[in-house]
């Protein structure tokens, strides 16, 4: 178990949450905790997995504080108690 936190626009379209607390098993991966936070917030459906199955481009998410592309992606594994960070895309200057 754990928590998927949300960030700026993400949290909008979650009902305003700002962490998410899912159930997760041993070897459940990045992309089962995603799919089932989709299910729970259909407002996020588009925003987080593209329609490919991908992470959605310039989306960074984070397990434990180290990003999942620098991982296994959406195939790393959640073991135990562990904190999922998910931010949007962000532009400015």
Do not use: C
Not at 32 to 58: A, C, M, N, S, T
């Amino acid at each position: 178990m754990g928590q998927i936190r949300l960030y700026a626009t993400l949290r909008a379209r979650a009902d305003e949450e700002r962490a998410v607390e899912i159930v997760w098993s041993s070897g459940d991966t990045i992309g089962d905790v995603i799919q089932e936070l989709l299910r729970r917030k259909p407002g996020l459906e588009g925003h987080v997995i593209d329609e490919d199955g991908r992470l959605v481009k310039f989306v960074s998410v984070f397990l434990n504080g180290r990003d999942v592309r620098h991982l296994d992606g959406l195939e790393t594994a959640v073991n135990g108690a562990a904190e999922i960070a998910i931010f949007p895309p962000v532009a400015g200057g």
